[in-house]
């Protein structure tokens, strides 16, 4: 069965620091996608990156990076540098290719507080 | 394209009433989603559409849920008999089906469900 784990329910950091977002997934399909999402105060989910499973390079977006292993079904998250404006509830997702319905299985998600 | 829009954005309802939430996806988007999210979790699947076509039901979508997609552009979802664990913020998303199990999807910003 599909499962996305985010262990890390709260973090709390003081701007500038690193802080890394884990997360852990379970599919038996060999071809998925992996995405991060992030759900600021106002409550819209903004998506951040997309990753299909073939595609095991780190990615770098400016302060945001991501680390995917296949090997331990990982994709973690690693904010740079961090910012009060990164402050939000972090969502990882799994939507796999099986069906093709693109339905996104989230975990639980992981708020991260950045104080000034 | 002003994205993927929801009404209305917060419903107070007695337990019992029925209730009516609507999605307007972006406009060229073929695949729409219906999401819902209790405090504190991620959000989950609830149902989906491609074109006018309902594809897959979640087994949370009790008989008193019923969705609605009847022109292949926005969507209706219905509440029966409203209770209070029905109480959640209900997410709509949409996305292009071309793109498959790897779309990104575009999330509306929620309609919260209170239920008394």
């Known amino acids: 069965a599909q499962k996305v784990t985010q262990a890390q329910t709260e973090i709390s950091v003081v701007e500038k620091e690193d802080v890394t977002l884990d997360c852990v997934y379970e599919?038996?399909?060999?071809?998925?996608?992996l995405f991060w999402y992030k759900q600021p105060p106002s409550g819209e989910l903004v998506f951040l990156i997309r990753?299909?499973?073939?595609?095991?390079q780190n990615e770098i977006s400016g302060r945001y990076s991501w680390n995917f292993q296949k090997s331990t079904s990982s994709f973690n998250f690693t904010i740079t540098a961090s910012q009060v404006v990164d402050s939000a509830v972090y969502f990882c997702a799994l939507s796999e290719h099986r069906g093709n319905t693109g339905k996104l299985i989230f975990g639980q998600g992981t708020t991260l507080q950045v104080k000034p | 394209d002003t994205g993927v829009s929801q009404n209305p954005r917060h419903k107070i309802t007695k337990r019992g009433q029925n209730v009516t939430f609507r999605c307007d996806p972006i406009s060229e988007h073929n695949r729409l989603y219906w999401y819902r999210q209790t405090l504190g979790q991620g959000p989950e699947f609830l149902t989906y559409f491609q074109n006018e076509a309902q594809l897959e039901k979640s087994r949370l979508l009790s008989d008193r849920f019923s969705a609605e997609r009847p022109k292949g552009s926005f969507s209706t979802l219905e509440i029966q008999r409203t209770e209070q664990g029905d109480s959640a913020m209900y997410l709509c998303?949409?996305?292009?089906?071309?793109?498959?199990?790897?779309?990104?999807?575009?999330f509306g910003p929620g309609t919260r469900l209170t239920v008394l």
């Open positions: 998303a949409s996305s292009l089906a071309f793109a498959g199990s790897g779309g990104e999807q575009f």
């Open positions: 990753r299909n499973s073939f595609d095991e």
């Open positions: 599919t038996r399909d060999t071809t998925y996608y």
